[in-house]
């Protein structure tokens, strides 16, 4: 069992925590996290790209030239594929990019993510942060004082206050216990895990 310490807003030790070893402590295999980003990053593709079809470009009414005695190639509309400005034969049409992956594998692939955080020891346990009002430069403070660079920060439900204070921070995420995803954890370099946020997160991956 992991036992981990906490801090509070300002670095100073507020006592220690145990965290579940089959939540934390799980063998890390590259090619499940690889498989559940990859699922991720392809469910957010708009897929929205598209070119016009032969049925659906402007134009080419009328026969180009007669079909015999001119000497050139017979033509039948100036929107074909072969011609300048013409239609486009099998290009992007609107799709969906997803796929779908596993509820197991999408939650091991979460315990996994978070058990390289704390193996990297890169993953800190805070009692929570409490700002008097939502000011950008108090968050600041917080964030120097815990010597965060790139974090994702977790809180126990929606806190506004905390959420709008951090949003101008290059590099701070701050999600809730339901957003909390395989993706933003891996490009985070540090997670924090206010305490409150420790029990629900066990109990959605247990």
Excluded: C
Aim: glycine share 8%; net charge positive; proline share 4%.
């Amino acid at each position: 069992m992991a036992v981990v310490k906490v801090y509070d807003q300002n670095k100073q030790e507020a006592g220690d925590i145990t965290l579940a070893p089959e939540v934390f402590e799980v063998e890390v295999k590259p090619e499940i996290l690889n498989l559940v980003v990859r699922a991720q990053r392809a469910a957010m593709r708009a897929g929205t790209h598209a070119t016009k079809t032969r049925a659906e470009v402007s134009g080419g009414g009328a026969k180009p030239w007669r079909q015999k005695g001119t000497g050139r190639a017979r033509s039948g509309s100036s929107r074909s594929p072969i011609w300048r400005g013409g239609a486009i034969i099998f290009g992007p049409q609107p799709r969906d990019y997803g796929f779908k992956v596993n509820k197991k594998v999408r939650r091991l692939a979460m315990r996994m993510a978070l058990s390289s955080r704390l193996a990297a020891e890169s993953l800190m346990v805070v009692k929570g942060i409490e700002l008097p009002e939502v000011k950008t430069k108090l968050m600041a403070e917080v964030v120097s004082k815990l010597g965060l660079g790139k974090a994702l920060i977790i809180a126990n439900g929606a806190d506004e206050k905390l959420a709008l204070s951090a949003r101008n921070l290059p590099g701070i995420t701050v999600q809730n216990v339901e957003q909390l995803n395989v993706y933003d954890v891996l490009r985070h370099k540090q997670l924090v895990l206010l305490e409150g946020a420790v029990e629900p997160v066990q109990e959605r991956l247990k």
